[in-house]
């Protein structure tokens, strides 16, 4: 229970009260409405005919080394990767000079009446080969067995600007997975662990967009400063009371972010409860700093999902985050507020943001409980090994594990009244 010994007081008349502005007028010192920025263009030049050629000896037959993360030619040995975005482009400059937004080449709207299927012609034959990009990036001439790839940025969200290639081996992934499990095998379901498969630890290339942007955010609220504490006896308990002094309180803060993460795809970014989806999100962060410009050589072998939503669907995502990177960022300026702040108006202006498409690599095991009909994910960032994931849980292991407890209880309460008596 709270009672207020002072009313709340007006901006400018205590130490935690921020500028004598208030929250409109803080946020419209700092905005100026930004020119929109000039787009970002990151298509592969070298790869423009759809044929990834090894540069040793020309040979399509082109892959993903995942231990180390390099392209391989099958035919001579050659390792090489794709140049980094990040110095290639310059992505980690100027986040402080962004105005407006900028879009690169794979961010762009996806048009609505573009379409999966694909013809790409063959630069070793001149055959017509179709692609249907809703499930490879890749085909075989069936003439001259040339491996031709999608490269060009399509309409359709298939082609991003960068990719981050697998760093973990499939090998490496199941044992995370069981490491997983075994930690929680207590309560596991045993069909679980009696049916799982290593085979179906699948990888798959997820969508993202990776965001640069500089930001001026503005809070307003009310903090409040214990000032006394007392108890009172009510019957056979206490009750205890605090008086408090109340403030207003307004802060601002002016920041930048470098590559906040960002999901691509409509059904990853949905966090109803009664999916799974969002376990992906906790297997964040990436080291997106390392990935390398689009080559589809590095989905071979591996599936991929395509990008869905559009710059413009996430912008209300980038100011939810930037506006939580705000809270956190004046969380130190409180400190003297002992008995917290509540906000009660905030605002964001976004002065320049810079929006880059992405393929994030994961790893994947599905097990579906035909009991409860749900579809349960256990998922593995490819790069740092980050792994979580939900199991299916026995419900007779949990009753059994409460009675156990409840029972252990009962014998130490027994115990210590035996010994108080």
Not at 197 to 205: A, C
């Amino acid at each position: 229970m709270t009672q207020d010994a002072t009313p709340p007081r007006e901006p400018g008349s205590s130490p935690f009260d921020g500028p004598p502005l208030s929250l409109e007028e803080e946020l419209a010192a700092a905005r100026a409405e930004p020119e929109p920025g000039p787009d970002i263009e990151t298509v592969n030049e070298s790869l423009a005919d759809g044929v990834n050629r090894c540069p040793r000896c020309g040979s399509t037959d082109v892959r993903l080394r995942g231990s180390t993360g390099m392209l391989i030619c099958l035919f001579c040995r050659h390792e090489w990767q794709e140049a980094r975005v990040e110095e290639e482009l310059g992505l980690g400059e100027g986040i402080d000079d962004l105005r407006g937004t900028v879009i690169a080449g794979g961010a762009r709207d996806i048009a609505a009446d573009a379409g999966d299927v694909l013809t790409l012609k063959c630069g070793g034959c001149g055959a017509e080969v179709v692609v249907d990009t809703a499930h490879a990036m890749n085909a075989r001439c069936h003439w001259c067995r040339h491996t031709l790839n999608v490269n060009q940025q399509l309409p359709n969200g298939a082609v991003p600007d960068a990719v981050l290639p697998f760093r973990l081996t499939h090998a490496e992934a199941v044992e995370k997975i069981r490491e997983f499990a075994s930690k929680r095998r207590l309560f596991a379901h045993p069909r679980f662990k009696e049916e799982f498969v290593p085979e179906n630890v699948l990888g798959v290339y997820l969508p993202y967009l990776v965001i640069d942007a500089n930001a001026h955010a503005a809070y307003g609220g009310v903090g409040e400063v214990q000032t006394r504490r007392w108890t009172e006896k009510q019957g056979d308990s206490t009750v205890t009371y605090y008086a408090a002094d109340v403030f207003r309180v307004n802060r601002s803060v002016a920041f930048t972010v470098d590559d906040l993460t960002i999901e691509g795809s409509a059904d990853r970014a949905e966090m109803d409860s009664s999916t799974t989806n969002n376990i992906v999100n906790t297997i964040l962060p990436f080291d997106t700093k390392n990935a390398v410009k689009w080559n589809s050589s590095y989905l071979v072998g591996f599936t991929s999902e395509k990008r869905d939503l559009d710059v413009g669907d996430l912008q209300p995502v980038l100011e939810d985050q930037l506006l939580s990177i705000g809270r956190s960022q004046v969380e130190s300026s409180l400190a003297e507020l002992d008995r917290g702040v509540r906000w009660e108006q905030e605002q964001i202006d976004v002065g320049g943001s810079r929006w880059v498409s992405m393929y994030l690599p994961v790893w994947l095991y599905s097990y579906y409980q035909e009991d409860t009909r749900m579809l349960h994910y256990i998922a593995v960032n490819a790069r740092t090994g980050e792994t979580m994931g939900s199991v299916p849980v026995s419900q007779w292991r949990l009753v059994l594990a409460a009675l156990t407890v409840g029972t252990f209880l009962e014998g130490i309460a027994g115990a210590l009244l035996v010994a108080w008596a």
